[in-house]
Nanobody, 121 residues
Framework: QVQLVESGGGLVQAGGSLRLSCAAS????????MSWYRQAPGKQRELVAT???????NYTDSVKGRFTISRDNAKNTVYLQMNSLKPEDAADYYC???????????????WGQGTQVTVSS
């Protein structure tokens, strides 16, 4: 019923930039927190950034000052602007959304399909 579609991943040289997008579609009432996670091969998935519906943000220390999470509530979309990319940023990036579907159906958490970010040195 609800789908999160990610885009914007790709190959970039160290020091470059990418902008990831994640758009939610389907019947829903409210999108609460939206987050970006990443997972490199052989490593645990880690939380990169979170943004509340009102725009409050949090970042993992390793990306502070380089990444910016934002959202457009009218478009049900969250973005991750990634600047000064480092090889250690390479991973599959996943968006996550805490969504109130309806008063009857309640809340559910959804994941995007993932988008790959590769950073060459």
């Amino acid at each position: 019923q609800v789908q999160l579609v990610e885009s914007g991943g790709g190959l970039v040289q160290a020091g470059g930039s990418l902008r990831l997008s994640c758009a939610a579609s389907g019947n829903l009432l409210v999108i609460n927190n939206m987050s970006w996670y990443r997972q490199a091969p052989g490593k645990q998935r880690e939380l990169v950034a979170t943004i509340t519906r009102g725009g409050s943000t949090n970042y993992t220390d390793s990306v502070k000052g380089r990444f910016t999470i934002s959202r457009d509530n009218a478009k049900n979309t969250v973005y991750l602007q990634m600047n000064s990319l480092k090889p250690e940023d390479a991973a599959d990036y996943y968006c996550n959304a805490d969504i109130l579907l309806s008063l009857r159906k309640g809340r559910e958490y959804y994941w995007g399909q993932g988008t790959q970010v590769t950073v060459s040195s």
